[in-house]
């Protein structure tokens, strides 16, 4: 089980995120977000997050995470310039993609930044279903996508709300697709391990539920977090990397 922890706004707060056991610290790069970093400080976050994991006793522990901790930068309908730019700045490892970018957007990354994974974020409801799988099916069509974040449908919002997603919704979308999905929305340490039990989602991605306020992670509600997923899932901390793992690590 794949986690992500997103939204780290201080250096203190990335080793955190390293040393908690997630898999993943995520950056925000939308400047309206109470959560966005500056290029600048984000290379400097992600140096310190990559540091922090690979002297962390986790590192190297066989539960098949790629080793170092995966970052990921989060984009709201930025331009394919701005992207690359700070991918290449900031030595992003994914992209996730939070706004109404289009399929050629998507391409286009795919052309100038090979190595680096896309995870495109959807956000989902009932009411949005038909118009959701015609997106799905377009990235499956081009391999546009390596895994899909799916998050509730807010009007207004393009996420961190702390709004769960509907379970149906959910479910819907993983009959439909091979892509990796990733769970957001609303989840917390004590919600967690009932959300993959149900669901069984390929990750799970949180950033208000391990804050004190927002950009600001407490270190104990990430490892209680930490523990819940593992609590969950503890046959397969001794398999192979799961799905969103493997291509994270081949994207390397």
Not at 78 to 104: K, M
């Amino acid at each position: 089980m794949w986690i992500k922890f997103c939204g780290a706004t201080r250096i203190a707060d990335a080793v955190a995120v390293a040393r908690s056991g997630a898999d993943a610290l995520g950056l925000n790069f939308f400047p309206a977000s109470k959560r966005f970093v500056t290029i600048e400080t984000a290379r400097e976050l992600a140096a310190a997050a990559k540091q922090a994991s690979f002297e962390s006793p986790l590192n190297g522990d066989n539960t098949g995470r790629p080793a170092g901790c995966t970052i990921v930068g989060v984009f709201v309908n930025a331009s394919v310039t701005d992207i690359v730019q700070t991918a290449n700045t900031v030595q992003l490892d994914a992209i996730q993609l939070h706004g109404d970018e289009p399929l050629e957007l998507l391409l286009e990354l795919r052309r100038r930044l090979p190595g680096i994974a896309l995870i495109r974020a959807l956000r989902a409801s009932a009411e949005r279903l038909p118009e959701l799988m015609e997106t799905i099916q377009q990235l499956q069509q081009h391999s546009a996508a390596d895994a899909l974040l799916l998050d509730a449908w807010v009007p207004g919002s393009w996420g961190g709300t702390g709004t769960r997603i509907e379970n149906s919704v959910f479910s819907a979308v993983q009959q439909q697709t091979t892509l990796p999905l990733i769970l957001a929305g609303g989840l917390d340490a004590d919600n967690v391990a009932l959300a993959i039990q149900s669901l069984d989602p390929a990750g799970v991605d949180t950033a208000g539920g391990i804050e004190t306020a927002p950009g600001l992670k407490d270190p104990a509600k990430m490892l209680r977090f930490v523990q819940a997923r593992s609590e969950e899932h503890t046959s397969e901390l001794q398999s192979p990397c799961n799905l969103v793992c493997r291509l994270l690590l081949e994207k390397k």
